[in-house]
């Protein structure tokens, strides 16, 4: 008769017998963690994909308008006034300070009427009428198409005036301007805590100067963005200026008269049939971009340097 040989346990058989077996709980953990890492995976593909969606048309715009308007950009560009038809050279100096100007007087209206109202909904406004009114037209406004703002500025001032005017074209962008400001400023001074107002408050500081030395500092960043936002929205608009500026083909400095604008000028060109005037149309394209492009940089830059934001 033959015995069966007991087994001799080795250390794998061993380990394998003192280790507990893996219940279904912890199955589930595992499988729960791995879906989480793959969640995060496939979002932030997802994320930088968009993004790449995002930059590369603004690239390519940017490379095609470097490609077709680099070549005309000369000093005569910067320093001359449109050249009659017919003739070849010329450049767009009035239109750029044409744009200076109207940038300028839209930026001083728009920019302060935006802020205050934007306080006003945050800080003085909450549960008011007035303020949901005032909210709800802001919202409607930034829906509306810009040549409805043109028109309006056209009905209000170019009428009553009798003539075109570098003011009346302002006043277009301003209006422009105010709901973007205004609802950035809102949203921004909401994200502010309130713990900040009550310990100034708390201190004896009044209500108002509470709202301008704490809570539009705190917000000024995202404030300022906002209006960065409006301006360059403006910067290139035509339509409005088509019925308040209406243009101008020489050098005009006064706010009374028809100016130049650059968008006006780039319109002109643009549906023109000369390719001379075309060509001069890719560089203004390619200007007004740069403008925009230094004009937001250098706020940012000073932004960053905290000195927009009231810092000592």
């Keep these: 008769m033959s015995a069966n040989p007991i087994p001799i346990p080795t250390p794998t058989d061993e380990g394998k017998s003192m280790r507990p077996p893996m219940n279904f709980q912890t199955r589930r953990m595992r499988v729960n963690s791995q879906r989480r890492y793959l969640m995060n995976y496939l979002v932030t593909g997802l994320a930088v994909l968009s993004t790449v969606l995002v930059i590369v048309p603004l690239v390519a715009i940017l490379v095609y308008l470097v490609y077709k308007g680099a070549s005309s950009l000369n000093f005569a560009f910067f320093t001359q006034i449109p050249a009659p038809v017919g003739e070849s050279g010329g450049g767009m100096a009035n239109s750029m300070l044409g744009s200076g100007i109207i940038l300028l007087l839209a930026s001083s209206m728009g920019i302060p009427v935006g802020i205050a109202a934007g306080v006003y909904l945050a800080e003085y406004?909450?549960?008011?009428?007035?303020?949901?009114?005032?909210?709800?037209?802001?919202?409607?406004?930034?829906?509306?198409?810009?040549?409805?703002?043109?028109i309006a500025a056209y009905s209000l001032i170019v009428m009553?005036?009798?003539?075109?005017?570098?003011?009346?074209?302002?006043?277009?962008?301003?209006?422009?301007?105010?709901?973007?400001?205004?609802?950035?400023?809102?949203?921004?001074?909401?994200?502010?805590?309130?713990?900040?107002?009550?310990?100034?408050?708390?201190?004896?500081?009044?209500?108002?100067?509470?709202?301008?030395?704490?809570?539009?500092?705190?917000?000024?960043?995202?404030?300022?963005?906002?209006?960065?936002?409006?301006?360059?929205?403006?910067?290139?608009?035509?339509?409005?200026?088509?019925?308040?500026?209406?243009?101008?083909?020489?050098?005009?400095?006064?706010?009374?008269?028809?100016?130049?604008?650059?968008?006006?000028?780039?319109?002109?060109?643009?549906?023109?049939?000369?390719?001379?005037?075309?060509?001069?149309?890719?560089?203004?394209?390619?200007?007004?971009?740069?403008?925009?492009?230094?004009?937001?940089?250098?706020?940012?830059?000073?932004?960053?340097?905290?000195?927009?934001?009231?810092?000592?």
């Excluded at 609802?183 to 713990?195: N, Q």
């Excluded at 960065?228 to 006064?254: D, H, I």
């Excluded at 028809?258 to 060109?269: D, S």
């Design 160 to 312: 009553r005036q009798l003539h075109f005017s570098a003011f009346s074209g302002g006043v277009a962008l301003a209006i422009m301007m105010v709901p973007t400001i205004t609802r950035t400023t809102e949203e921004m001074l909401m994200t502010v805590p309130h713990a900040i107002r009550e310990a100034a408050l708390g201190l004896g500081v009044p209500k108002w100067r509470t709202v301008i030395s704490v809570s539009l500092r705190t917000a000024s960043p995202g404030i300022i963005t906002g209006c960065m936002l409006a301006f360059a929205r403006v910067a290139g608009e035509t339509a409005p200026l088509l019925f308040t500026a209406f243009g101008n083909q020489f050098w005009s400095f006064k706010l009374n008269e028809p100016i130049a604008a650059l968008p006006l000028q780039i319109y002109v060109y643009a549906i023109s049939p000369y390719d001379e005037w075309h060509r001069l149309a890719w560089a203004g394209s390619l200007v007004l971009i740069l403008m925009i492009m230094v004009s937001v940089t250098l706020v940012r830059i000073y932004a960053g340097r905290n000195t927009l934001k009231g810092a000592s």
């Design 125 to 150: 406004g909450r549960g008011r009428l007035l303020a949901m009114s005032v909210r709800f037209t802001a919202d409607v406004l930034n829906g509306i198409p810009s040549i409805v703002m043109g």
